[in-house]
């Protein structure tokens, strides 16, 4: 919404990118005109929207604005395949500890 998108709307797009290695799409709706109501007189929710796309580095690719708008652009796999060289997130996974950590939550319980 356009209380909370200005705030984070960025920022957890280029998390979510960088921390899964991919490309991470962000789709909103359109924001509707101030002053709407719906059939019943409620005001209309009213979202931020600023669709993007990020790529693994956490950069912005494309982003449209409140209005609406169909995004276009194109992803290179080279891109997924050069972070992940350069920050081997998935090699450092420890299955071995996570099996550790399941027995004590359950001795726990």
């Known amino acids: 919404n356009t209380v909370t998108g ?9 998390v979510r990118a960088m921390d899964n290695q991919v490309y991470t799409i962000l789709c909103s709706p359109a924001r509707a ?22 790529n693994p580095k956490g950069d912005v690719l494309v982003e449209a604005g409140e ?12 891109v997924i395949n050069a ?9 450092q996974r420890r299955f071995d500890v996570y099996e550790q950590v399941k027995l004590k939550e359950e ?3």
């Open 107 to 109: 001795k726990e319980k």
């Open 83 to 91: 972070v992940r060289q350069a920050i081997p997130i998935g090699f």
């Open 33 to 54: 005109a101030e002053g709407l109501v719906d059939e019943f007189g409620d005001p209309v929710y009213r979202a931020y929207g600023h669709s993007l796309i990020v």
């Open 67 to 78: 209005n609406e708008e169909i995004l276009n652009c194109e992803l290179d796999g080279d």
């Open 6 to 14: 200005p705030l984070h709307w960025h920022l957890l797009a280029k």
